[in-house]
């Protein structure tokens, strides 16, 4: 084996040989650029339509497999049998011997790196910064766990790199405004499974079957793109159980069909390197069982990161305008000088002691296992190490200008819309007990505990608890209306007045809300808190309305997700494959009087707060036209031809759950009056990260609402 090296092999070794400062840099740039290409048109392909990660990844997965088995005929075709099969994912998994007694740990590893990389395709979809997600996805966090875990290493160090890395991510979650729980819950996830994954690689000790000797490629370890066969058959069984429609796109420009024709791309060439968007998690070659990466430099992965994370921050622009800020930058650079630390306190570790070997070379033969151009002569080393320090100074210099200068650039203040008014003199906004708040609650079969427990916790909030309150239930459950009221009076904060009515159990809870409306229409308070029995991230929303809910607010949304839309959109989409016929809101946009193109941010969850004015400011005909469509059985939108949506393929349309609901809880804030983008407010997560480390908030009181003058 050791006189027959392959032809990638000896190309890489030569190409070493004469520019070894760039052979440090080529493969990487080379990692780099198809990062940057996934990474940014995946989250472009998300943006514009295509939805659930699923149906992208599978994607990306069949046309890798495409790919593998079009490199599997032409290794049967050539001469040069075993220099090929040791690229395609069948001579990997043929040699991995899955049934040794390895076998185990080698399926648990796969298992890891598979959900690792579902949860980084859910991260990029739900995770809105992707500056921020890259933060958090490219270190190698598994360095920190080894490091923990020698004994050879003093306390105080270990203390303190736990702490650097605590320091850093800290820094990056506390000061991004766009959290968000899926988010955080599938980016944990990624950076969990994808930890653990590494830390269950095998190390490559297997003997070649012929030679006795290291074999290049190692048998007792398969690389994690042997995952992918695995993956694509888990990723085709959760699709089936959830019945996602793999076929179903929205409409596809050209423009969007070439950024997936290049996502695609782009992800064949990460599989076949790794099986991660973020970062290298394997060698790029191995040399007679000895995993090598071209390089010992520590500072290779670090520069790999910061460019990486440059290039993904200025391609964000052109996607979704979402950037970082300076203190994230800080945090960032702050974990990976931590881990640049914990992986030279390693070397330095290894090389005092006494019985230290290079992993998977024996000692007696170390001399032999070493690839040939490490042998070149000590001067020439030494003036090519200094020239790529030279060079990996101005390209970090580089990085980092980019960097402050993309921040620097980003901060510029929202042009505000004709209705929405942010008030920069926060001096008038003070409470009193002559304003008046109504709680409308929309509940089926919650019980009275679930109602006064909720209402009660809403009305200690300083912000609520200085109003003469009133709770009006909308009750559309038939079964013992009578005890439920009286149970809700007893629990009830005495000062609360209580009306229970009861309502059809028609058109969601926007029928009840539209009802209240209509009915009360010149009896309305000053303010109207809308919300279902069981409010959706209850502890997120009392910092946001201990924050934000003052006087002067004229609608306040409680969703959990921002997204924003035009007008002027024809065909309408949100992360969650809602669109809508563009009939049926013209009609809406006609009966709120909306004309030219204006930003409205999307509401979700059916929980926000609008002023009296608000309300009286639309004609009376719009919330008609709203609950007509919502509980008339002869309406548009329960006709069979709207049905046959391309968003509604696996959805039942009924009057108790009609799917025009789902259009109207995401036009609250339009039908009211509330435009703008409002892409400065800070998310439920981050508000409430923020209350809890005493911050306060994020901007202007006028970023998160549209404020009646």
Not at 414 to 433: A, E, G, I, K
Not at 645 to 653: A, I, M, T
Request: hydrophobic fraction near 40%.
């Amino acid at each position: 084996m050791l006189s027959q090296r392959t032809s990638y092999q000896s190309a890489i070794e030569s190409h070493v040989q004469q520019v070894p400062w760039l052979g440090n840099l080529d493969h990487r740039a080379l990692r780099i650029i198809p990062s940057t290409l996934a990474v940014l048109t995946t989250k472009a392909i998300f943006v514009n339509g295509f939805h659930h990660p699923l149906r992208l990844l599978l994607l990306h997965l069949l046309a890798t497999l495409l790919w593998e088995l079009i490199l599997w005929i032409s290794s049967r075709k050539t001469q040069h049998t075993s220099d090929a099969k040791d690229y395609t994912l069948y001579e990997l998994a043929r040699r991995a011997n899955i049934f040794s007694r390895s076998g185990a740990k080698l399926g648990l590893r796969f298992a890891c790196g598979i959900g690792a990389l579902l949860c980084e395709y859910v991260a990029i979809y739900r995770f809105r910064s992707l500056p921020a997600l890259s933060m958090l996805l490219l270190p190698d966090w598994s360095q920190i766990v080894h490091f923990v875990r020698h004994k050879d290493i003093a306390i105080a160090k270990k203390a303190a790199a736990c702490l650097g890395c605590i320091v850093g991510v800290a820094m990056i979650l506390v000061f991004e405004y766009q959290l968000s729980e899926v988010g955080l819950k599938s980016t944990g996830t990624a950076i969990f499974l994808g930890l653990a994954a590494q830390l269950l690689r095998q190390e490559p000790v297997a003997l070649d079957d012929y030679e006795g000797t290291h074999s290049w490629i190692p048998i007792a370890s398969a690389r994690d793109r042997t995952l992918l066969l695995p993956l694509a058959i888990f990723v085709t069984m959760v699709a089936v159980y959830l019945r996602e429609y793999l076929i179903y796109t929205p409409p596809l420009s050209k423009t969007l069909l070439a950024v997936l024709a290049v996502n695609t791309l782009a992800a064949v060439i990460l599989f076949q390197y790794n099986g991660s968007y973020f970062r290298q998690t394997e060698p790029l070659a191995t040399f007679n069982g000895i995993e090598e990466d071209l390089d010992d430099d520590d500072m290779q992965p670090f520069l790999e990161a910061v460019a990486l994370q440059t290039v993904i921050a200025l391609g964000s622009f052109m996607i979704d305008s979402s950037t970082v800020s300076i203190q994230q930058y800080i945090g960032f650079w702050i974990a990976l000088i931590t881990l640049l630390w914990v992986s030279r306190q390693f070397r330095s570790s290894a090389v005092s002691g006494a019985n230290y070997t290079p992993i998977g070379v024996s000692p007696h033969n170390t001399e032999q296992r070493l690839p040939d151009y490490e042998t070149v002569d000590m001067p020439k080393t030494r003036r090519d190490t200094e020239w790529s320090g030279s060079l990996q100074a101005i390209f970090l210099a580089v990085c980092i200008l980019l960097s402050v200068s993309l921040i620097l650039s980003s901060h510029t203040l929202p042009r505000p819309s004709s209705r929405w008014v942010p008030r920069h003199d926060h001096s008038d906004l003070s409470f009193n007990t002559t304003r008046s708040l109504d709680f409308v609650v929309s509940r089926y079969d919650e019980s009275a505990a679930q109602v006064a427990q909720q209402i009660n916790s809403l009305y200690a909030l300083p912000s609520i608890g200085a109003l003469a309150s009133r709770l009006v239930v909308y009750s559309t459950n038939d079964n013992d209306t009578g005890g439920f009221t009286q149970d809700l009076q007893r629990l009830l904060h005495p000062t609360i007045d209580l009306v229970v009515s009861q309502h059809p159990n028609v058109g969601r809870e926007a029928a009840a809300y539209l009802s209240h409306i209509l009915s009360n229409y010149h009896n309305l308070s000053d303010h109207t808190f809308f919300l279902q029995a069981e409010m959706h991230s209850p502890n997120l929303i009392y910092p946001r309305l201990e924050s934000y809910f003052v006087p002067q607010t004229g609608f306040l949304s409680l969703s959990d997700t921002h997204y924003q839309l035009n007008t002027c959109i024809n065909q309408p989409w949100d992360h969650s494959t809602w669109s809508e016929d563009p009939g049926v809101l013209n009609a809406i946009y006609e009966q709120a009087n909306i004309t030219g193109c204006k930003d409205y941010a999307l509401t979700y969850r059916g929980q926000f707060i609008v002023s009296r004015s608000r309300v009286l400011a639309q004609n009376k005909q719009l919330y008609s036209h709203l609950l007509h469509n919502l509980v008339d059985p002869d309406a548009v939108t329960h006709s069979e031809e709207y049905l046959k949506q391309p968003w509604l393929p696996s959805k039942q349309d009924s009057l108790n759950a009609p799917l025009f609901g789902f259009t109207t809880e995401r036009i609250w804030g339009l039908a009211f009056g509330c435009e703008g983008k409002m892409d400065k407010c800070p998310s439920l997560v981050s508000s409430a990260l923020r209350q809890s480390l005493g911050m306060g908030i994020k901007g202007d009181i006028g970023d998160c609402q549209c404020l009646d003058p």
